[in-house]
């Protein structure tokens, strides 16, 4: 069995050494060239790019490669990976599919479920057309489209491995589709982020697709060989905003960007977790400025040290959060440094639920009582009344102050 894997991009990039990996330029019809094999050649899409992103070579090569028995894509940064977070070689690839159908993306665990995550970042209208397109033309699908578009999960990046035969029919499928979605939604006066939306919807409609057909899917884990470049930009900026201790204008700043690029807070963006960070070093200090006139920007104001306070707090937290807590956690928690707000703030952040919230609050309160951190302790039991009024044991802490 041969493998052929497409890496799509759309800029010169450092390639893999292993000869299965080859780069397919997107959009070529529309860009300079990069000197990379195009999409622009034989039965293409290339200069509609701006609407479909990596799928304009997804189309390619289902209408114009025909060499290899198993193909697939990956990107530029991103990479299928085994265990030890190694490129996967042909090897890898074939024993998995001598297995399994399809191999992809781990499925991205999102906060909301899909339907409202997608309305809350793009036009609604257009996933809404889309399922009006499955139930007209694949009535056999639209039930479970209806019913996992309100599940909290989805792939990321129509990343995905399998033999030529079902690579053709998935294409065959999603086309379809989208071609006459296309026909159906206004996206001309759409920004050129948003422009973009059949590469978003495809990434479910993988989901979709693997489930209806129930096929047997190897979920692999995605490497990252480079930060997002509109990620690194962002965190230049912010850390300027912060050393200077301007908050008002980080803020300002980071809701703009996230207007145009909301894509850069999702896993596969943001890497390191630091503009989830930064956005949490922000509310932070606006709600310390507000209960104590002073905030932790006045005391660290350099992007790695806040990052690294704040990646302690929130390990410290959530290590309360399921009772795994050390005395090392304290010691972290009670750092003069750290506001009450800070980590009501974080708890606030890592539980799902007002009980969980009160849990952690009130463990940490109970660790803090012991400490030379009394002021602390007092308001993080009244944070925990607050999320759940009947909490006994908060009830008598509260009365012994």
């Known amino acids: 069995m041969s ?81 030890e977070e190694k490129l996967m070689s042909e090897q890898e690839y074939t024993d998995i599919l001598k297995e399994y159908d399809v191999i992809t ?18 036009n609604i209208r257009d996933l809404d057309v889309t399922g009006e397109v499955i139930k007209e033309k694949y009535p056999e699908y639209y039930d479970d ?72 899917v190897y979920e692999c884990k995605v490497g990252m060989t480079a930060e997002k470049y509109e990620t690194r930009e962002m965190k230049k900026a912010l850390a300027i905003f912060f050393k200077a ?16 690029r909301p894509d850069v807070l999702m896993e596969a963006s943001d890497i390191t977790g630091e503009l989830k960070q930064s956005m949490q070093v ?37 290590r309360y959060r399921i009772g795994k807590n050390t005395l090392e956690d304290m010691k972290i928690l009670e750092n003069p440094l750290l506001s009450a707000t800070a980590i009501e703030i974080s708890v606030m952040l890592l539980c799902i639920g007002t009980k969980s919230a009160a849990d952690t609050l009130l463990a940490i309160a109970e660790d803090m009582q012991k400490q030379p951190c009394h002021d602390k302790a007092v308001r993080l039991l009244k944070r925990c009344l607050d999320y759940d009024s009947t909490n006994e044991k908060a009830i008598i802490l509260t009365n012994q102050q």
Not at 300 to 308: G, H, K, V, W, Y
């Open 105 to 122: 993306t781990k499925k991205l665990e999102i906060h909301a479920p899909y339907y409202d995550g997608y309305a809350e970042n793009h």
């Open 245 to 260: 201790k301007d908050i008002k204008g980080a803020k300002t700043f980071f809701m703009e960007c996230i207007k145009k």
């Open 282 to 318: 922000i509310t932070t200090c606006e709600n310390e400025e507000l209960n104590v006139g002073n905030s932790i920007i006045n005391d660290i104001n350099d992007f790695t040290e806040l990052m690294t306070f704040f990646r302690d707090l929130n390990q410290a937290v959530d």
């Open 3 to 83: 493998v052929q894997i497409f890496t799509m991009t759309h800029k010169k990039f450092d390639e893999p050494g292993d000869k299965i990996y080859v780069p397919l330029h997107v959009g070529k019809a529309a860009s300079t060239d990069l000197g990379y094999m195009g999409d622009d050649k034989g039965d293409n899409i290339s200069k509609m790019n701006c609407y479909y992103g990596e799928l304009t070579g997804m189309y390619w090569i289902w209408k114009n490669y025909k060499t290899s028995d198993y193909v697939g894509i990956c990107h530029y940064r991103r990479y299928l990976i085994n265990a």
């Open 145 to 216: 489209f209806e019913r996992m578009v309100h599940v909290n999960e989805t792939y990321f990046g129509n990343i995905m491995v399998t033999s030529k035969e079902l690579y053709d029919e998935y294409c065959q499928w999603l086309f379809d589709i989208l071609f006459e979605v296309q026909k159906r939604v206004d996206i001309e006066s759409y920004d050129d982020y948003h422009k973009r939306v059949f590469g978003f919807i495809s990434e479910f409609l993988l989901l979709v697709w693997t489930q209806v057909r129930k096929l047997k």
